[in-house]
Each structure stands twice: as structure tokens, then as C-alpha cells.
């Protein structure tokens, strides 16, 4: 299921009523899952990840690994469907990514630890995505 663009919510009152409590948290507030405990960190099935909130493909699962970080990793997104801000929240500096077409907050993205060739980890939320298997 993929909104179009006039369907799109815009206000935060609009979104309220489309997503659950904990997805709104998530994805409109920026909130994160406790670690370990989304439907998505180990799932090994084959299909692509689309916005919770909107529709959009956003991962596929081609690119998924094993961080044992405890939320779900990619070492790559779908060309243009991921916006990187600076986040400078809780005394970090870390890099906050967002669906680029409903500006949802899926997580953050990490570079240079080694965990693969692409050396690249998109660490996010179950809550922000849902699966499609293949
Ligand atoms: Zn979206």
C-alpha cells in the first residue's frame, strides 16, 4: 500500500489518526523501540521495506545484516528514498534518517564501523517500516 501524494497527511492531528500510538512516537516524534524488541531484527525473509507511514520503498532486503545491535540494519538504501539530517539531540552527534517523501523518522545511520563492504549501517526502527515478502 503506497499513499499518493494528495493523500498524504499535513498535520501531525492527521497523522495522529493514521498510525497506531507507538508508530506515531516513532515516526512523527522521532521516538526509538527498545532495542531488541522489534518485529524486524532478525527477520530473514526476502521482499522490500516500505515506510510505515507512507508507503514508499525504502530498503531492500538484499542489503539487510546481522549488527546485533538490536534493531533492524541495512548497509544501503533505495537510491533517493532516504534523507540524512544532523542530529545533535542527547549530547551526540549522530546523523537522523527520514523517509524523503513524508518526512517520517525511520532511525540513523552510522559510517565507518566495519560491519560491511559498503561499511554503511541504517539502523532502524521496526515500527517505521513493514515488509512486503517477495
Ligand atoms: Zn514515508
Given at each position: 500500500?503506497?499513499?499518493?501524494?494528495?493523500?498524504?497527511p499535513r498535520t501531525?492531528d492527521e497523522w495522529?489518526?493514521?498510525?497506531?500510538?507507538?508508530?506515531?512516537?516513532?515516526?512523527?516524534?522521532?521516538?526509538?523501540?527498545?532495542?531488541?524488541?522489534?518485529?524486524?531484527?532478525?527477520?530473514?525473509?526476502?521482499?522490500?521495506?516500505?515506510?510505515?507511514?507512507?508507503?514508499?520503498?525504502?530498503?531492500?532486503?538484499?542489503?539487510?545484516?546481522?549488527?546485533?545491535?538490536?534493531?533492524?540494519?541495512?548497509?544501503?538504501?533505495?537510491?533517493?528514498?532516504?534523507?540524512?539530517?544532523?542530529?545533535?539531540?542527547?549530547?551526540?552527534?549522530?546523523?537522523?534518517?527520514?523517509?524523503?517523501?513524508?518526512?517520517?523518522?525511520?532511525?540513523?545511520?552510522?559510517?565507518?564501523?566495519?560491519?560491511?563492504?559498503?561499511?554503511?549501517?541504517?539502523?532502524?526502527?521496526?515500527?517505521?517500516?513493514?515488509?512486503?515478502?517477495?
Amino acid at each position: 500500500m503506497s499513499l499518493e501524494d494528495t493523500e498524504l497527511p499535513r498535520t501531525e492531528d492527521e497523522w495522529r489518526v493514521r498510525l497506531t500510538p507507538e508508530e506515531f512516537r516513532v515516526l512523527r516524534e522521532a521516538g526509538t523501540e527498545r532495542a531488541f524488541t522489534g518485529e524486524y531484527v532478525d527477520t530473514k525473509t526476502q521482499g522490500v521495506y516500505h515506510c510505515r507511514a507512507c508507503g514508499l520503498e525504502l530498503f531492500s532486503s538484499d542489503t539487510k545484516f546481522d549488527s546485533h545491535c538490536g534493531w533492524p540494519s541495512f548497509d544501503d538504501a533505495i537510491p533517493g528514498r532516504v534523507k540524512e539530517i544532523e542530529d545533535r539531540s542527547l549530547g551526540m552527534s549522530r546523523t537522523e534518517i527520514r523517509c524523503a517523501r513524508c518526512d517520517s523518522h525511520l532511525g540513523h545511520v552510522f559510517r565507518g564501523e566495519g560491519f560491511t563492504a559498503n561499511d554503511t549501517r541504517h539502523c532502524v526502527n521496526s515500527l517505521s517500516i513493514r515488509l512486503e515478502p517477495r
